[in-house]
Nanobody
Framework: QVQLVESGGGLVQAGDSLRLSCVDS????????MAWFRQAPGKERDFVAG????????NYADSVTGRFTISRDNAKNTVYLQMNSLKPDDTAVYYC???????????WGQGTQVTVSS
């Protein structure tokens, strides 16, 4: 069973940084690719970043490349999203996801709100 719980969201100003965390309470965390998606009001849920089960490969949406970094600690069943140089356009609910591949996850967290003011 995969249970994902995100934390770390909040209200920040443009240019600030935030680190999101997602903990899986299940037993097979290191078997899954992990990803972060986001959904802004009135828009579809979009892929932000993904990481393979080993952490050896990552990929990012063009809009966050160079500003966001995804990482994982399999000993802690946790995946992170370090977000730097935040922009108002980054405002969204951020979701943690798990699956055999990062771009087609099977499991989702409940989401955490990130709001970036200008």
């Amino acid at each position: 069973q995969v249970q994902l719980v995100e934390s770390g969201g909040g209200l920040v100003q443009a240019g600030d940084s935030l680190r999101l965390s997602c903990v899986d309470s299940g037993r097979f965390f290191n078997s899954y690719a992990m990803a972060w998606f986001r959904q802004a009001p009135g828009k579809e849920r979009d892929f932000v970043a993904g990481i393979t089960w080993s952490g050896g490969r990552t990929n990012y949406a063009d809009s966050v490349t160079g500003r966001f970094t995804i990482s994982r600690d399999n000993a802690k069943n946790t995946v992170y999203l370090q977000m730097n140089s935040l922009k108002p356009d980054d405002t969204a609910v951020y979701y943690c996801a798990a699956g055999l591949t990062a771009d087609r996850p099977s499991y989702w967290g409940q989401g955490t709100q990130v709001t970036v003011s200008s």
